[in-house]
Structure formats: structure tokens, C-alpha cells
């Protein structure tokens, strides 16, 4: 039984995620009797059963007699977890290896052709899509890593058959016969029963698996270019949203939102986000918000933002003396072509604030001048104000008064809030956001 590894990065480590059960102890042999280099093995120790010690115990006298180094990983698994103890385990697990793994490495686990084919009946009786009946892939991206289960074309019994040839030992976990837990009882209760009606049937769900991320490997493409001609800098044109037909936009609403590595929305939430948001009222501002972050719409635009920093507190001045200072709250940074050879303060908006830009003949509020060139509240309540006592003189990035253009002052906002871009010319003022 040879697996075909992927191609390793120089110096890449491969780690086993290695529990002791029979098909780790499987994987674990096969990639060790292959001579993968750098093998290593992690165990996650739990501590949910008093049989946990002796498990890792059994890890290491197994990776010690086969050369591999080993590391355990103590974890703690949250009480309580939206979807049961399953999955709180599973989410302790996986963050356990997501801070063991560096660029290039890769994490190999031992899910099979079974596994496959119960994820697939799982979700399925929860509702999932088609991206969730496309269930596990055999290679995805992992953080800085990568995931590899070179498992899933084979079955349970063939790995059994293979570990009993080989006269391996492992450790069998109560956890997996108790039908309390979701997997367990689909495992001993209802998959016999399929099995005796339909032979089949495992390696069937496993094809539809296969031929699911299929077709969700075309819904992304498709999603892909329909976002791309309704993409509009940072954001997304509503009017280029509401003229596709309505499948298609829902497809490209759920995948620009998974692009940003927010849990996959419900239906409802779809739903929600087209009626209440794409189809507000023009002058309104609707927003959506979830656990993630957020959807606003501003104008024609829908941006996709991930939860904002707070807006600096407007009443306090922080005297600016350098040339580049880093703005609160993760907002990025002011830079001045050189050191600054008046008193300066840098502010941040309260309401109520007025400039002239050189140039133009009237004095305009900034809240005036962002609907101008059609800057977001959101950025309003975060931009960087440049004062000379009492008097605003520049808007980092935009706009400078005659004041600041005389003293040579013109300040720069490096950021990546969304909406912070101006694209063109601001027509009502006939000047150009700096």
C-alpha cells in the first residue's frame, strides 16, 4: 500500500497526526516503511478519559521503536461547544497542530474512505450545500501548511486486513462505540443497516463527495468571474450584484464571503443580506453583522469588512514630532515627508470639523468633503487629522489646506481599512484626494 506523497518544500517537516488508533498506527507504519524524510508524529492529548496518559505512554513507545520523533500536545477542550463535544474536541485538536506547523510543512491525517462516506451522511442530515457535501479533501492548505489524506480511497476493513498483516498493536477508544456522539452512532447504528440493503454504499457517498467538490470547484470559478465584473476597488457595485440573475448572485455572495475565511452562511443569512442590505432604500446604510465581522453598504458599494477598530477617541490630541507615526487601533500609519518644523497635533474627527482645501473656494465640513468623494462613515470617524493649534490644516492622505501646501506639509495614510481609496477625481470640489 504505497502513498503518494506531494512534493515537499526544502526542509519541510511531516507530521503524522498520530492518536494511536488502528488507522494512525496505519499511516504512521506506511509513511515510516516509505522513508518519508522528516517524519514526525504529534498526539493531542485530551485529557477527556482517565485513559489518556497511558495513550500517550503507548504514542512514545511506539514512535521511539520506530525512530520517529514524537510530540504530545496537551489541550483543553471548552465545555461548551454550539455543535456537542465532538467538535470542541476536533476545534482543541486542530488548533493544537495549527501552532505546532511552520511554512511548508505538512500535517498527514488518517482519514479514510469510511470517514468519508459518514461526513458526507452527516452533513447531509444537517442541510449542508454542495460544498459541504464535498466533505474532505485529500490536499488543502492548512495555515501556513498543508493538510494531506492520502487515506480517503481506502476502506476501514482494508486497513484493518493491512495493520493485522503487519502485526501492528494499537489502542482502541471507547469514544468511538458510544452512541451519544453523533459519528459513533452513524458508525454502529445506521451504517450496518445501509451496508445490508445497499453493499455499495460507502464508496458511493465517497464518490459523490468526489463529484460535489467538483462541482464546487466550477461554482467558485463561476463565482470568481462574476465578482470580477461587479468589483469596484475594495468593494462590490450593488446595482453589477442586483443584475445577475439570482442564483448566480447568491453563488457569488457565498463565496466572496468564505474568500474571506468567515464561516460558510446560512441560507437565511443569504437571504438576509439581499433583502435588507442589496435592496435598502438608496440613501440608507444598512449593515449586516456577524460573530466575523461585517457587511456594510455604502452608496453603490457592498464592502466585506472584518470586525473595525475602534474610532480614536476625537477629543484627545497626540503632539506629532516624527515622520512617521503609527495610528491607534491598528489603523496603519501617518507618514511627513520630513520631521515636522511646526507645533503639530494629530486628531481624529469629534464632528463639526471644517478646512478649505487650497484651491477651492469654500470652507466645507469634513463630513462634506468625504460624501464628496464618496469616503464611507467608517473611515470619516478613523482618518488622520493634521492640526496647527486649534486649526485644521491637512487631512492625512486627502485634502491640504493652503496653510499646510505653504509649509510644505503633505501627509500620507498607509492603511487597508476598506473604502479608504478614492478611484478619480472628487468633480464637486475639482480637486484630487491626496
Partial sequence: MKLDLPALAPRARVWVAYSGGLDSTVLLHLLHAQGVPNLRAVHVHHGLQDAADDWARAARRTCRALGVPLRVCRVQV???HGEGPEAAARAARYAAFGELLRSGDLLVTAHHRDDQAETVLLRALRGTGIAGLAAMPALAPFGPARL??????RGRDELRRYAE???LAWIDDPHNADPRYARSYLRREIVPRLLRHWPQALPSLARLAARAAEAETLAAELAELDLARVRVGDGCSVAGLLALPALRRRNALYHAWVAR???????????HLDREVLRARADAQPRLRHEHGELRRYRDRLYWLDPLPPAPDGERPWPLRRRSVALPGGLGWLRLARAPAIALQLRFARGGERLRPAGDAHTRTLKQLCQAAGL??????????LYEGDELIAVAGYWRSARAVALGLDPQWETALPGAVVEGV???LGTHPR
Avoid at 475565511?261 to 437571504?271: D, M, Q, V
Avoid at 464611507?376 to 487629522?385: Q, Y
Wanted: glycine share 2%; proline share 17%; charged share 20%.
Fill in 148 to 153: 494531506w489524506r492520502p487515506l480517503l480511497d
Fill in 376 to 385: 464611507p462613515p467608517w473611515v470619516r470617524e478613523r482618518m488622520p487629522l
Fill in 261 to 271: 475565511g468567515w464561516p460558510a452562511p446560512s441560507e437565511l443569512r443569504l437571504a
Fill in 78 to 80: 471548552a465545555a461548551a
Fill in 426 to 428: 472628487c468633480a464637486e
Fill in 165 to 167: 498483516a503487519q502485526q
